[in-house]
């Protein structure tokens, strides 16, 4: 299907940087003989919906602070500035509120999920008083897929409970999820939640919430105050729900997977590991299950209480003002409506106007020309660049390079002849790739060329260099796969 989807497509892209590069590597045997780096996928990262996901008290702070732009212009700069000036306690009040809401929608829900049941009443009394309102609440909510990993909290059970029920420094979490029904896996992990939030010593401050859905997804991401995501890098593409926390100033705690590898810096939020992928997959959860413990234990919670000026906890506050900035500039479904608009909706729109005009005169041009690239392009041959200079390549040396090309039937307006080159890795793999166009230096007759130019090299160390030929002309035309001819060695 993406295939099918690819070969009707002017445009293909990701919905975050990182899922573009993924894109890029796992579709590039649809483009061959094109490198990873130049296969046409780019990336427009998701956003969201700013005035949908922002709580009832943020809107009204935003509304006297930042103004009334403030939900149709949330990406301009000299709006989201002014969330600095709100002040510190009545940020932490409003927050504060959210999450008393949060607690009571949650011991409504519990209440609703056990009568369903029929508990006995010694249980629906427990169940009525879950969760405290000052403690500090992290929340995890998303579909069990497996990759998401909710099992990475869970496995070390000892070192979890101490955390919850510490004296002076409590934590509470709050799950929430579905998985597929036929996702085995999912299921399993939801039964683990369960039972673990069954224990006696942690039941009151570790809840999981059935039937997740977008009621229960608003409550959580403004009433946390820390927002949980574990996903296998680079397993989630995007990842949402993170950036409506962050919107409302719950801080993210994630591995640098999707958006999270774009919207992380230490003053926003924390990461777990420096974005490693792994292959083996047991040492991976259990290195990065350890590292969300420490963070948990050394950073956050220390942070959260750290209450030496009166009751507010600064330099938390301090990073949810920077968090709410970060979304709000960079994460809105405006700034990505915008994207799309520019990059691919109006150059589209525009470009099928041209196509059908004069009764599809360009379409059939368009038609003509791949029909013609593709009748002769196997008769095309391209010999190794030959450099003029014998000396050592140094730094900020030009060299001139040609190479001899064989076009058969094709002109030289109708192809592009690049040479392709970059400091070298191994001897087979460039670093990066650079191209810089070719011309025509000479014409030998019989479709037989001499091209030509010159290179200005601005690193040092080996370079390695090859040339090609690719059609000249617009992206559908240039990205026909086959459509490329290497220079052989
Ligand atoms: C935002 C949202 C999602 C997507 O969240 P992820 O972070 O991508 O898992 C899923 N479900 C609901 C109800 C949401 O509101």
Redesign the pocket.
């Known amino acids: 299907m993406f295939v099918l989807g690819v070969r009707f497509a002017q445009y293909l892209n990701g919905v975050s940087e990182l899922h573009g590069r993924v894109a890029r590597r796992m579709w590039s045997h649809a483009w061959p003989k094109r490198s990873e780096d130049e296969i046409p996928i780019t990336h427009v990262t998701n956003g969201v919906h700013v005035p949908t996901w922002i709580s009832y008290e943020f809107a009204l702070l935003f509304e006297r602070y930042l103004g009334p732009d403030w939900s149709i212009s949330p990406w301009k700069k000299d709006i989201s500035k002014r969330i600095e000036e709100i002040y510190n306690e009545e940020l932490w009040r409003a927050h504060e509120m959210n999450r008393s809401r949060l607690i009571r929608t949650c011991r409504e829900l519990m209440k609703q999920q056990y009568q369903r049941r029929n508990a006995p009443k010694a249980v629906m009394d427990e169940v009525e008083a879950v969760l405290d309102q000052d403690i500090l609440t992290i929340g995890f909510a998303?579909?069990f897929a497996s990759y998401k990993r909710a099992y990475l909290l869970l496995m070390d059970p000892e070192r979890l409970e101490a955390i919850i029920t510490s004296k002076t420094h409590p934590v509470q979490f709050i799950f929430s999820g579905k998985a597929h029904p036929k996702d085995r896996e999912g299921k399993d992990l939801i039964r683990q939640l369960i039972l673990f939030s069954q224990k006696k010593g942690v039941r009151h401050r570790f809840i999981f919430l059935e039937n997740?859905?977008?009621h229960i997804?608003r409550h959580l991401i403004q009433g946390a105050d820390v927002w949980l995501?574990t996903p296998r890098r680079p397993y989630e593409a995007?990842?949402?729900?993170?950036m409506?926390a962050a919107l409302n100033g719950v801080l993210n705690i994630s591995t640098l997977d999707g958006w999270w590898a774009e919207g992380y810096s230490e003053s926003t939020g924390w990461c777990i590991g420096n974005g490693e992928e792994y292959s083996d997959h047991k040492y991976q959860d259990a290195v990065e299950s350890q590292a969300l413990y420490n963070i948990l234990e050394n950073d956050v919670i220390p942070l959260f209480y750290e209450r030496k000026n009166g009751d507010l906890p600064l330099q938390w506050i301090k990073m949810m003002k920077a968090a709410m900035k970060m979304a709000m500039l960079r994460f809105s479904s405006h700034k990505m409506v915008e994207n799309y608009g520019k990059r691919f909706y109006l150059p589209a729109a525009s470009r099928m106007r041209g196509l059908v005009e004069n009764e599809a005169a360009e379409a059939k041009r368009l038609s003509r020309q791949l029909d013609r690239l593709k009748a002769h392009w196997d008769n095309i041959q391209i010999k190794s660049p030959v450099m003029n200079s014998k000396d050592p390549l140094h730094t900020g040396a030009t060299v001139h390079v040609t190479a001899e090309v064989h076009l058969g039937q094709l002109m030289p307006h109708e192809v592009s002849v690049d040479i392709y080159y970059g400091p070298l890795k191994t001897v087979e793999t460039l670093q990066t790739s650079n191209t810089e166009k070719m011309t025509v230096k000479e014409d030998r007759g019989n479709g037989n060329y001499v091209y030509g130019c010159d290179l200005t090299l601005n690193r040092t160390g080996r370079y390695g260099f090859t040339c090609r030929v690719t059609p000249q002309g617009d992206d559908w035309v240039k990205f026909t796969p086959g459509l490329v001819t290497w220079a052989i060695p």
Do not use: F, I, V, W
């Open positions: 998303r579909r997740y859905d977008p997804a995501n995007c990842g949402t729900s993170g409506k």
